[in-house]
């Protein structure tokens, strides 16, 4: 029964960093979306000056999110170690999510908005699926030993690990 326990605690806690992973990402594709839009049609910049803008600040809210809720449990090698490494999984993300849309358009022959969109949202989740893994591996190690026993506040939210 030990075991069945162990594998339950550790799916919980894998949950939790999934759901965490979630919001700090939706944060951040809300923020590309809307400073896009304000810089480049609210302040007339660029459309690649808006894009890179909006882009910095997401990855900057993303960082700060995971380092400090989503994977504040884990460990990791300093601020600078962590940000380059986060820089780097999250331009091969990147590069994932754009190698969809260009197979879509330069493999496949697609000019369709709609399909377009679709190879888009698949390269999103197939980037997603990537930094999660990749966080996890190479920026914010797991804790020696077994996964922390958490505590958790009336919202869900984890206390601090005993």
């Known amino acids: 029964m030990k075991s069945a326990r162990d594998l ?3 799916g919980r806690h ?3 960093e999934i759901a965490k992973f979630g919001v700090v990402g939706g944060c951040g594709f809300v923020i590309t979306e809307v400073g896009f839009n304000l810089f480049h ?3 007339k910049l660029g459309l690649l000056t808006s894009n890179a803008i ?3 600040v997401a990855a900057v809210v993303t960082f700060l999110g995971n380092k400090y809720w989503t994977f504040r449990h884990r460990t990791g090698h300093g601020t600078r170690r962590e940000t380059v490494v986060f820089i780097a999984m999250n331009a091969v993300g990147l590069l994932i999510q754009y190698g969809c849309t ?3 358009v330069n493999a496949f022959g697609t000019h369709d908005q709609v399909m377009i969109n679709v190879a888009e949202l698949i390269g999103i989740g197939l980037g997603t699926v990537f930094r999660f893994w990749s966080y996890r591996k190479w920026v914010w190690h797991a804790p020696a ?3 922390p026993i958490e505590e958790t506040s009336p919202y869900g939210d984890l206390v601090h690990p005993r």
């Open 8 to 10: 339950y605690d550790r």
């Open 14 to 16: 894998l949950i939790r």
């Open 41 to 43: 049609f609210d302040l």
């Open 54 to 56: 909006a882009t910095v």
């Open 102 to 104: 260009w197979i879509a």
């Open 145 to 147: 030993g077994p996964p």
